[in-house]
């Protein structure tokens, strides 16, 4: 019995420890979140460390998809999308990991509530939905992440969904941002 006991302890600890580190992670984010463009001066790896950590922001405003905009005009806009994309998949572990922890502070949300119910339906629109939430660009892809972590989806099919999604949304920014320098110049002429 003793055990169970000691076993919650260090579960509640582990989550909360998930929780401190979510809101450190999006706080040190939105501190540098000016000079953090910096990074896509590396190239590829430099766009990717640049999704990552814009992503991983929780509910606080970070300048990913301008970015990527730009270096699809500057790189191939194809691996720019694809990069971009696997850095904002790993970077919305945080989302999970918030709502992991289960200490959810968005539970009153309206919104969340329809989402985290909707998603908890069947495991294909859970999949599915995950896509779409992370393929359009929309401000409120965290609770769709907490809701994932909420209801334990496992980490491979959270990874896989949004690994999908986010590149496709990224490919957009990447694409539009490689031809409209291209619409831009036969304007000029």
Do not use: C
Request: hydrophobic fraction near 55%; aromatic fraction near 14%.
């Amino acid at each position: 019995m003793q055990a169970g006991k000691g076993d919650g302890g260090a579960n509640r600890i582990g989550r909360a420890a998930a929780l401190i580190g979510v809101i450190a992670i999006s706080l040190f984010v939105f501190s540098i979140r000016d000079r953090v463009e910096k990074f896509a001066a590396f190239g590829y790896p430099g766009i990717f460390l640049f999704t990552l950590l814009t992503y991983a922001t929780v509910i606080l405003p970070a300048p990913g998809a301008t970015v990527v905009f730009a270096m699809g005009a500057v790189f191939n806009p194809f691996w720019v999308g694809v990069v971009a994309g696997a850095g904002a998949a790993l970077g919305e572990l945080t989302g999970y990991a918030a709502g992991y922890s289960g200490q959810a502070v968005v539970e009153k949300i309206g919104l969340y509530q329809r989402i985290h119910t909707w998603m908890k339906q069947s495991r294909w629109k859970t999949f599915i939905g995950l896509i779409l939430f992370a393929a359009v660009p929309n401000p409120v892809f965290d609770l769709a992440g907490i809701a994932a972590g909420v209801l334990r989806i496992p980490i491979p099919r959270f990874i896989a969904a949004l690994l999908i999604g986010e590149t496709i949304k990224m490919l957009m920014f990447a694409y539009a941002g490689a031809y409209s320098i291209d619409w831009i110049m036969r304007l000029s002429r």
